[in-house]
């Protein structure tokens, strides 16, 4: 509901600040999860289907192939790098349910013989040959929207599981102010990759390609990032409490009657 929700209302704001959009991004808007618009919600209810079954596999492997399967897995990711078709998204996204499925499983031999500092070491790293990626490819005359396919896949997804495994480590904790900020960051993806208010965001409100060649790039970056979070989160904690107003409402109502 929350996904065909966004893609409709970030449709109806195109049409009225007067974007021109086409027939094929109105179908999109009315079917999010058939295209590719939200690669990510579509991989997500796959893996929702299958995961039964996914299970089941877990439950039977032994450890040492199971860690053979994310290897190989993993190593697949480098084809997607070369823009080989044979491999997509859905393969990341299997990937990520697996990793995580291996992580707990292991959980306490891996907090035990992992160490902060080598999994920082391996995100430092990871961001270094990011960076570096990118201005070998601008230094060779590939533009920064190509450069940066070179920085998904294999590296991030380093990163990514280096960062959840420090997370793994920490204790849990409580903090109203974390849990209500990061309540947000669904709708942040589903405004922002919205397949009409995609362009508008970042050619035409953002203007993003202007900062291509500045030496200020990952700040700016980083500063956008923040700012585009802060405001479509809080559009969406806004709209979660008048829904929830409403709901309390027409329930009251009901009883009511």
Known sequence: MK????????????LAIHIPIGLKEKIITLFPFSFNEYWFITCYLIITVFSP?????????????????????????????????????????????????????N???????????????????????DLVSIYVCKK???????????????LSTIMAVSIFIIVMKRKSFVNIFVNTIASGAFAVYLI???VSF???LWSKI?????????????????GLSMLIYFVCASFDIIIGYLFN????????CVKGN
């Open 206 to 222: 953002l203007n993003v390609g202007q900062y291509q060649n500045s030496h200020y790039l990952y700040l700016i970056g980083l």
């Open 192 to 194: 922002t990759e919205q």
């Open 53 to 105: 079954y996914i299970d089941e596999v877990i439950d039977q492997i032994t450890e040492v192939r199971f860690f053979k399967l994310l290897l190989f897995m993993f190593l697949l990711m480098f084809l997607e790098l070369l823009n080989n078709e044979i491999t997509n998204k859905l393969l990341v996204a299997f990937f990520g349910y697996l990793i995580g499925a291996y992580l707990q499983i």
């Open 107 to 129: 959980r306490d031999t891996i907090i035990s013989k992992i160490k902060d500092g080598q999994l920082l070491l391996v995100i430092i790293l990871g961001y270094a040959l």
């Open 198 to 200: 995609r362009h508008v």
């Open 245 to 252: 107003m409403f709901k309390k409402w027409f329930v009251n």
């Open 140 to 154: 060779v005359g590939v533009p920064f929207s190509k450069s940066a396919h070179f920085t998904q896949y294999v």
């Open 3 to 14: 996904t065909f929700f966004y893609s409709v209302i970030m449709f109806l704001f195109c």
